[in-house]
Structures are given as structure tokens and as C-alpha cells.
């Protein structure tokens, strides 16, 4: 989206409707109204959806200007979604109706004319002139019988989405929230409808894409509730092909005998924790399935998993964390020679004889075993085999060595792997994977036998785009030189890695592809080392150095397009400092400990409407009332108020949040996200 203009929140909403309408989308009365996710000021039947959060009309166009001649991407579907929001404030018979729209079109005529050297961004805008040109035809006073009528408005009466014209209401609506929709289909006059029937088809395209079912109607998946949403989706035009019913809370599963699963290919049953093996039962005709998602499903047994061994055609299998899952469940899916990826992160009852079946997997291009802990270098050697692998996850296999790394090396078409916590591994293993050319992304982080000869080893391959040494300790400003070779890195972490200075991360500033960069715990980085890194054109997010000050953040206040920061531990910064970095793109900010951070410091982060997570924790300064200035950040899922003086009451305007932490002395709240949508409201 464009943004939000908080002066537009006092306009009616898109969605406003009558409180009574003449009929429901279902067939009875039980389908409760939803619940609001209330915005202050407005009552509990304000409807928050994606279609408040536009600019006022002048600031729309500002923007897009902005976005023009920043070489941005112009999207018309963007763009008609925020004008569409504006075309519905006011009756279309209003004369300010009819000179907002003259506005647009000169708008857009203006800006065709600055950039008509561009010809990607003319086309784009003349699709938008054209069809406000003949939404102007439509609307025009002078309107011939054969033109399409336009609804009246009375007070009795408030607009729908449904009165925009087809071309805008096709453009507007794959961005509405999934939650909008339903709300749509609620408040339909008519499932005869046309336009709800292309919404019921959006529906399923979404599913399709691997949406989950909760960012529909909810986690607490009550059975009636799920069993109405499927019901409300049958008449889709489109089979369901994908089922994502991940982070759902349920146990009864009789809502599975309502859904047509004959053309499901893939199934996403992750932490799904409740369930046992009779849910998945109802999978076993699925004949053409190919990918199955069971992580965290800690109550499946072998016995559940085992007949989707018989799917010849699978091509991912997860079972990451699933407890009960022993060899006799893991070795039959050896037999899927299609298998393209395979996750049995935190299975503890795998051995390394278990992976030898897997040799004859030839296509397998991903690998997770992180945390396996009986999994040994012997455990690796068999995977040599698998000369088309791609990624493989080590991540606290404790007892891989450098022999291990000596079996993975044979993989010549590797390009990630994950080392997160294996301390027994040395330069020499590294200098095995120098073999891997293709290797782009290494995590080494608590690897703290790494040296400057194990990163010397690693520059080899000049096509590395991620790297993160973070907590290892023995790497000086020689060893950042070798991989400062690397000129086509993206993300690099430095974190807690002590012994690095501003002379050794200076070179970094020159690579032109950096997008991330993270200094967090390094003593010895100054505001000095850090200011090159604000000229880089395409920073997205910055981890900074526990010993910045105002004065090095300054440089960053022209970056506007830091998505994430992190000022953990930074205890010289002040309000002033991160009053600079309240970017409009933001969605991740670490304040840990900032210890001198005040209420006022947080004023202009209620401008950023995209925050979807702050960290507070031991912020000792930070009230109630500096809460208060957050609120209009209603995309926040995680907050950290740890050690912070705050109050239930003050925690009350982000009822929306799933993840609010805070002292064990006050509330703690682990709310599960977008809570029983279908529930009565109150």
C-alpha cells in the first residue's frame, strides 16, 4: 500500500454498512457478525481492514511522484486500491465526487508528462487515466439510458465495495484482507451476485497459494465455525488443491468429511499440536500429494505417517519436531525417489543408519537434520550421494566434525549451509567447503573455533551472498578482509564478534548489493565505523553496535528504506537518536535495553503503520503513556515490555496483538493471532 495518513482515519470506512441486512450468505442465522478490531475513537463496530490505510488524495499523488522518480515500481493495483478507498468517502452524485475525479486525471496526466521518458512507467499510468476516464463517462450527469446506473446513495442507504465498477472492484481485490472478504460475503444481499461469486473464487486462489486457513476465520478453530467457512467456499469455480491448516487449535476433525480433498497436492497440518493419527488419516487417498507439512506435531506416531510413503509422487516431507517419530517412520519415504526436500529437524530417535536409504534419493536438493543429535559424521557420508543438494541444515548437530564437512563437500552444487552452534568445527572443515564454487549463504554464528585462516578458506567462493560469523570470537579485522573479496554480499552479521574494528568493516560499505548488516555486541565499532553504511542505496536493515551514539545514527535518518533495526544494548542512545529512524517502511525495531530511551523517544514510530514487532525489554523509562503513542500501529504481532513500567491498562489498545510479553508480575499475554474471528462479538 501507499501508506496511511492518520487524518484519514476520521473518514467512514469502505465497509460500513447497515447493521441489518435483508439476507445472509448462509443459510441460517448462526454465522455470527464479526468482531471489530476496534480503532479508538470509532466504537466496537469501526471495520479495520487494508482499505483505510490510504494517503489523502493530494499525498497519494506526492507519492507516487516519489516512487516515479526514485526508479521505484509503479503498481496499478496499488495505487486503485488507495484511490478506490477515496472514490467511496463521498455519493458519487456529489459535486466534490466529480471534481476529485477531474483532480486524478490531471493528476496523471502531469505525471505522464515528467516521466514520459520512461516508458514501463507511462503505460502503467495510462491504464490508470483510462479507467478513471471511463468511471468519469459513467458517473457523468449527462449519462445516456444505454450507460450503466449508478446506485443512489441515501442516508438510510451506505456504499458497498460492490457499487465500484467492475474494473476497480477486479483491481481492488486481491489486496483486501482475507478477513474483509469474509465480511464481504457476510453482508451480501445476493450469493447470486456476480462479484461475490468472483470473491468466493479469490477465496480459493488464496488457499490455493498456501494461505492459511487462520488468517481467514481464526486459530481457535472451533468445528461448526471451520465447517461454515467450507461450506461458504464450495461453490468456488476452482477445486482446492492446497490445505494449510497450520497453527490451528483444534482436535475434532469431522470438518474434514465436508472438504473435497480428491485434487489436494499439498497439506500444511504445522504445529497443529492436538492432533494424532486418526486426522491424518483422512489424507491417505490423497494420491497426488506432493508436499506434506507435519512439523511440530508432537502426538503423530509411525503408524499415522507411514501410508504417505505409498505416495509415489511426494516431493517434500516435514516432520520437523514431531517427538514419536522413530526410524520405522522416516525409513519408508527412502522409497519416494521423486523426494526433492526432507526435514527431520529435532527428530532425536534418528540415527545415522537411517539416512543410508536416503542415498538413493539422487534429486534431493534440501536437507534439514538441525539438532539431530545422534547424528554423527558417518550420518553424513551416505548423503554424498545426493549430487544435487542444494541446502543442507546442521544447525546444533553437535557431534559433526570436519570429517562431516569432508562428505558434504561432494556436493559440488551446494549453496547454503547452516553450521549454527556445531563447535567442533575448524578451519579445516571450512576449507573443504572452499570446494563447494556455488556456495552463496554460510552461517557460522557460535562456531568459536573459526579463525581468519577458516574465513580465508571461505572467499573462495565469490558467488557467497550471506554470511554470518556472529559470536565468533577469534575473528579479527585480517579475517573480514579475506571475504571482503566477496563483493556480491547482501546480508552479513558481525554480531559479538568483539575483536573487530571500524578499519575492518569498511570495505563492506562498498558493496553495492548490501541490503542487511548487523554490528550488535561488536565494543570496538564507532560511530565512526558505522556512517559509510548509511550511503549504501539499497540497506534494509542494520543490527547497531552497542557503542553508538545519537551522533552515528544521524546518517541513517536519510536511509528510508530500513525495514528492520536493531539498537540492542546500544545504552548511549537517546530519544533524539531513534526519533531519526522512525522510517515509513519500518516493521522490525530492537530497543533492548536502551536504557535512556523515554516515552517521548516513541512518538514518531506511531507514523509507521507497517511495525509489526518491537522489542522493549528492560526499556525502565518506557510507561503507559509511551505505549499510548504505538497505537495506531495496528500491524504489531510481538511486543517485548519485558521491564518495562507498564500497566494491563496500558497494553489495553493492542487487544488485536497475538504476542504481548511482560513481567510475570503483570500480564503476560501469548495471544493466538486474529483470535476466534467467527466468535459472537460481545
Known sequence: MFGLNNSLSSLPSLFDCEREMEESILEDDSFPRFPRAGLAGHGEDRVACPLEMGFRFEALFDTLSQQAENQEEISV???????????????????????????????????????????????????????????????????????????????????????????????????????????????????????????????????????????????????????????????????????????????????????????????????????????????????????????????????????????????????AWCERITEDGIVP???????????????????????????????????????????????????????????????????????????????????????????????????????????????????NLITDAGLAHIAACKDLKIINISDCELITDAGLAHIATCKGLKKINFSECELITDAGIAPFATCKDLQFIYFNGCEKITDVGHAPFAACPGLQGIGFACEITDIGIAPFAACKGLTEINLAWCHLVTDEGISLLACPRLQDINLAECLRITDAGLTPFGACIGLESISLRRCSKITDAGLAHLAPCTALKWIGLEGCDITDAGVAPFAACPFIFMDSNSLKKEKLFFLSLLEPSN
Open 333 to 447: 519415504f527412502a522409497a519416494c525417489r521423486g523426494l526433492r526436500s526432507i526435514n527431520f529437524a529435532g527428530c532425536d530417535y534418528i540415527i545415522d543408519a537411517d539416512l543410508v536409504p536416503f542415498a538413493s534419493c539422487t534429486g534431493l536438493l534440501n536437507i534439514n537434520l538441525a539438532e539431530c543429535n545422534c547424528i554423527t559424521d558417518d550420518g553424513l557420508a551416505p548423503l554424498a550421494a545426493c549430487k544435487n543438494l542444494q541446502c543442507i541444515t546442521l544447525n546444533k548437530c553437535n557431534r559433526i566434525t570436519d570429517a562431516g564437512l569432508a562428505h558434504i563437500a561432494a556436493c559440488k552444487d551446494l549453496e547454503t549451509i547452516n553450521l549454527d552452534g556445531c563447535h567442533q568445527i575448524t578451519d579445516k572443515g571450512l576449507a573443504h567447503l572452499a570446494a563447494c564454487k556455488n556456495l552463496q549463504c554460510i552461517t557460522l554464528n557460535n562456531c
Open 77 to 319: 493495483q496499488e495505487f486503485l486500491t488507495d484511490i478506490g478507498t477515496l472514490l467511496k468517502q463521498i455519493s458519487p452524485h456529489h459535486e466534490e465526487f466529480q471534481s476529485r475525479i477531474d483532480a486524478m486525471i490531471h493528476s496523471l496526466q502531469a505525471l505522464r508528462v515528467r516521466f514520459i521518458s520512461r516508458l514501463e512507467l507511462t503505460e502503467e499510468i495510462d491504464r490508470i487515466q483510462n479507467i478513471f476516464k471511463e468511471y468519469q463517462d459513467r458517473i457523468n450527469p449527462k449519462t445516456t439510458s444505454s450507460q450503466v446506473e449508478i446506485p443512489q446513495h441515501t442516508s438510510n442507504s451506505i456504499s458497498s465495495i460492490f457499487d465500484l465498477p467492475s474494473e476497480v472492484f477486479t483491481y481492488v481485490l486481491p489486496h483486501l484482507g482475507t478477513v474483509d472478504m469474509i465480511h464481504l460475503l457476510k453482508t451480501s444481499k445476493s450469493m447470486r451476485c456476480k462479484l461475490n461469486q468472483t470473491v468466493i473464487n479469490e477465496l480459493v486462489r488464496r488457499l490455493n497459494s498456501g494461505v492459511p486457513v487462520s488468517d481467514f476465520i481464526g486459530i481457535r478453530l472451533l468445528e461448526e465455525k471451520i465447517q461454515q467457512f467450507f461450506n461458504l467456499i464450495s461453490t468456488s469455480d476452482d477445486s482446492l488443491t492446497r490445505l494449510n491448516l497450520s497453527n490451528c487449535s483444534f482436535s475434532s476433525h469431522q470438518f474434514l468429511l465436508s472438504i473435497d480433498l480428491s485434487k489436494i497436492i499439498e497439506i500444511n497440518l504445522a504445529d497443529c499440536k492436538k492432533i494424532k493419527d486418526d486426522v491424518l488419516a483422512h489424507f491417505y487417498a490423497c494420491q497426488e500429494l506432493r508436499d506434506i507439512t507435519l512439523e511440530g506435531c508432537c502426538l503423530i506416531t509411525d503408524s499415522g505417517i507411514a501410508p504417505f510413503a505409498d505416495c509415489r509422487g511426494l516431493k517434500s516431507i516435514n516432520l
